[in-house]
Each structure stands twice: as structure tokens, then as C-alpha cells.
């Protein structure tokens, strides 16, 4: 599995002119999955980004996560995740989950933010056409993949 994570002030996901998620402050999570991702990348993975600290303190450093600022997290399947760029100029996509695996694994995903967010999280429309705003802030970006955790 594999994540962009961004801090924003705010961000909301529209599909077919309709809101499907809105969060304040929080996280943006673009998430993307591939044929061999097991649930211990799910877990993994939620864990580390509801625990993330990239929230600033009263000094100014990034040493709060989304539970201790009580943000929000909205998740959006980014299947282009995985694309595959080295021959030619448009990229392939084989590497990502079919929606198949892909679905039963976002939706996994999402139950385990909720769970260690301890609420729900706000999500777009898997496999749909969306169209994400979001004010970034810092900017504060963070990649992250289940497959290589350091």
C-alpha cells in the first residue's frame, strides 16, 4: 500500500457535482493499493498515519498527531499510486489492485483509521471521477509505503 499523506487546513472531495467528504484541519490521505497488500499493511499503515506527528506544538515543531490536534482525516483511492513511468511518456497502471482486491482493501483501510481515530473518516467515492481541493499547509507532504516502512 502506498500513501500521500498531506496536513491541510481544509480539503472536500466532490464526485458527479455532489460532497462526498469534508474535513478542517486534519490529514489527506491518497491511497493506493496493489495485488499483494495483506491486512498487516492496512493496520500498519493506519497506525502510523492517524500517530503521524507533522501537527505544529506551541513552539512551532511538528510533534503532534491527528488524535492530539482532534483533526480530521479524509481518504481518497489514488490507484495512479502505482504507476509505471520508465518506458515511453504514458504511464501504466498494472502494478495497482484491480478494484476486485482494491475495493475490499480501501474499505479495510478506512475501518482501521476509524478505529484508531476513534470516529469516522471522511472519504471520496472509490473508482469515481473526483475532483479534490484541499489548502495544504506548510506545505506538509508525506509519502509513505507499507513495503518499505522505513
Not at 79 to 85: C, R, V, W
Not at 120 to 129: C, K, L, R
Given at each position: 500500500?502506498?500513501?500521500?499523506?498531506?496536513?491541510?487546513?481544509?480539503?472536500?472531495?466532490?464526485?458527479?457535482?455532489?460532497?462526498?467528504?469534508?474535513?478542517?484541519?486534519g490529514?489527506l490521505v491518497l491511497?493506493?493499493f496493489?495485488?499483494?497488500d495483506?491486512?498487516?499493511?492496512?493496520?500498519?499503515m493506519?497506525?502510523k498515519i492517524v500517530?503521524?506527528?507533522?501537527?505544529?506544538?506551541?513552539?512551532?515543531?511538528?510533534?503532534?498527531?491527528?488524535?492530539?490536534?482532534?483533526?480530521?482525516?479524509?481518504?481518497?483511492?489514488q490507484?495512479?499510486?502505482?504507476?509505471?513511468?520508465k518506458?515511453?511518456?504514458r504511464?501504466?497502471f498494472?502494478?495497482?489492485?484491480?478494484p476486485e482486491?482494491?475495493?475490499?482493501?480501501?474499505?479495510?483501510?478506512?475501518?482501521?483509521?476509524s478505529?484508531?481515530l476513534?470516529?469516522?473518516?471522511?472519504?471520496?467515492?472509490?473508482?469515481?471521477?473526483?475532483?479534490?481541493?484541499?489548502?495544504?499547509?506548510?506545505?506538509?507532504?508525506?509519502?509513505?509505503d507499507?513495503?518499505?516502512?522505513?
Open positions: 500500500m502506498r500513501a500521500i499523506v498531506q496536513r491541510v487546513t481544509k480539503a472536500r472531495v466532490v464526485s458527479n457535482g455532489k460532497l462526498t467528504g469534508e474535513i478542517g484541519k490529514i491511497a493506493g496493489e495485488e499483494g495483506t491486512l498487516q499493511d492496512l493496520e500498519w493506519a497506525k500517530s503521524l506527528r507533522v501537527f505544529s506544538d506551541e513552539r512551532g515543531l511538528m510533534n503532534l498527531s491527528a488524535l492530539d490536534v482532534n483533526g480530521g482525516i479524509l481518504v481518497v483511492s490507484f495512479t499510486l502505482f504507476a509505471s513511468y518506458k515511453g511518456n504511464p501504466s498494472t502494478k495497482a489492485a484491480k482486491t482494491a475495493i475490499p482493501l480501501y474499505e479495510n483501510f478506512i475501518r482501521n483509521l478505529k484508531y476513534g470516529r469516522e473518516v471522511a472519504t471520496g467515492v472509490f473508482g469515481a471521477h473526483m475532483e479534490v481541493e484541499l489548502v495544504n499547509e506548510g506545505p506538509v507532504t508525506v509519502y509513505m507499507s513495503k518499505n516502512p522505513e
